[in-house]
C-alpha cells in the first residue's frame, strides 16, 4: 500500500539522489554554478538550493515545524552536494506516522502577498511536490544548456 512517506520523503530522497549525479557531470564537464538557464534567473546553485530546502520545508509543514527557509550559501559543487546530503538526512528520519498525521493539517503558504491555505494532503499534490520539480528540472536543463551530455535516464536515475 503506498504511504504519504513514498510519495514525499522518498520521491524527495530519489530525486536528490539523482540531482548529485547530474551536478558530478555538470561539475566533470566544468559547468559553474552560476550558470543560469536565461538572464535574471536563478542559477544552478539557487536551483539545488530549493530542490534540497524546498524538500526539508515542504515536509516540514506537514509534520506541523515551523522553519523558515535557511538563505542558500552555495559557492561551489561541493557546498551543493553537502546541501543535498543535509536534506537527504533531514528527509530519511522523518517518522512515516507523523507524515500521515499531516494529511489533515490545514497548512498555510505565503504565495504573492497573500497566504493559500491547503490542507495537508493538498499541499502535498498540489505545491510540494511539484515545486520539487520544478527546481531539480531546472537544474537538469541548465547544466543541458551549458553542454553538460545528459539523457532522460540521468534524471530518471537508476
Known amino acids: 500500500?503506498?504511504?504519504?512517506?513514498?510519495?514525499s520523503a522518498g520521491v524527495f530522497v530519489r530525486g536528490l539522489?539523482?540531482?548529485?549525479?547530474?551536478?558530478?557531470?555538470?561539475?566533470?564537464h566544468g559547468t559553474k554554478v552560476t550558470a543560469s538557464l536565461v538572464e535574471g534567473m536563478q542559477d544552478l546553485a539557487a536551483q539545488v538550493h530549493w530542490a534540497s530546502e524546498g524538500s526539508k520545508l515542504a515536509l516540514d509543514r506537514l509534520l506541523g515545524v515551523s522553519q523558515a527557509a535557511a538563505p542558500s550559501s552555495a559557492t561551489s559543487f561541493a557546498d551543493l552536494h553537502a546541501s543535498i546530503d543535509g536534506a537527504i538526512a533531514y528527509v530519511e528520519a522523518i517518522d512515516p506516522a507523523a507524515l500521515e498525521a499531516g494529511l489533515d493539517?490545514?497548512?498555510?503558504?505565503p504565495v504573492r502577498g497573500r497566504t493559500k491555505s491547503y490542507?495537508?494532503?493538498?499541499?502535498l499534490i498540489e505545491f510540494a511536490v511539484p515545486?520539487?520539480?520544478?527546481?531539480?528540472?531546472?537544474?537538469?536543463?541548465?547544466?543541458?544548456?551549458?553542454?553538460?551530455?545528459?539523457?532522460?535516464?540521468?534524471?530518471?536515475?537508476?
Do not use: S
Not at 539522489?17 to 566533470?28: F, I, M, P, Q
Not at 493539517?105 to 503558504?109: K, P, Q, S, V
Not at 490542507?119 to 499541499?123: A, E, V
Open 105 to 109: 493539517r490545514a497548512i498555510e503558504l
Open 119 to 123: 490542507r495537508g494532503d493538498r499541499f
Open 17 to 28: 539522489t539523482n540531482l548529485k549525479t547530474l551536478l558530478t557531470k555538470g561539475e566533470a
Open 1 to 7: 500500500m503506498l504511504q504519504t512517506f513514498d510519495v
Open 131 to 158: 515545486n520539487f520539480f520544478f527546481h531539480l528540472t531546472l537544474a537538469y536543463a541548465i547544466l543541458r544548456k551549458e553542454g553538460v551530455p545528459l539523457e532522460k535516464g540521468d534524471f530518471m536515475g537508476q
